[in-house]
């Protein structure tokens, strides 16, 4: 169903609504899950802060790497703003894909709640499996730490577990579509 989903808003939607889904796109760049980081001098948030610095760090050195500008990480929910270099170069890399591209990484990026991931997947940079633990890095760092602590439970059946699921599914469907459409082209 999500390949089929995908392929539909190929065919359908992206031709339309390119530019569109570009500035959505854009207009959530700033926000980026990989842009916020936990403060490192807060006892409650130290573990994630020492876990963001082990497995974001590498993703935003490889940004910095491939498009030349260095992410800016920001200590708030509300994110910050990212330099005008490296935003025109992400909005300028959006402009140049093909749409079943467009589509894949918009795709991504919703499931991801980041653009960068959905970025890292595309060049390759990103495994399906390391994504979906820069995605969850927070989550299941909660769930780690709190576990089975006085009857409550850190991993909630039927919720987590089911969240998971789903986002696996999403994910790898969206990064085995990009990987059928470079075999073959939807416009011939």
Not at 6 to 12: G, P, R, S
Not at 39 to 57: A, I
Not at 73 to 86: A, R, T
Not at 153 to 182: C, M, N, Y
Request: net charge negative.
């Amino acid at each position: 169903m999500p390949l089929m989903k995908l392929a539909c808003t190929v065919l359908e939607r992206v031709p339309l609504t390119g530019m569109k889904i570009i500035e959505h796109l854009m207009k959530k760049f700033n926000q980026d899950l990989v842009f916020c980081r936990a403060p490192e001098d807060n006892t409650l948030t130290v573990g994630l802060h020492v876990r963001q610095v082990e497995k974001v760090d590498p993703l935003l050195a490889w940004v910095n790497s491939e498009f030349g500008f260095k992410p800016i990480v920001y200590l708030s929910f509300f994110g910050g703003k990212q330099g005008d270099g490296l935003t025109k170069a992400i909005e300028n890399l959006l402009k140049k894909t093909d749409d079943c591209e467009l589509a894949t990484i918009d795709a991504l990026a919703a499931a991801a709640h980041s653009l960068v991931i959905g970025l890292g997947i595309f060049h390759g940079k990103l495994q399906i499996e390391e994504a979906i633990d820069l995605i969850r890095l927070e989550e299941d760092l909660q769930v780690d730490k709190w576990g089975l602590v006085e009857g409550k439970w850190g991993l909630v059946e039927g919720g987590h577990d089911v969240d998971i699921v789903d986002l696996k599914v999403q994910i790898s469907s969206a990064t085995v579509f990009l990987g059928l459409s470079r075999r073959n082209s939807f416009s011939d």
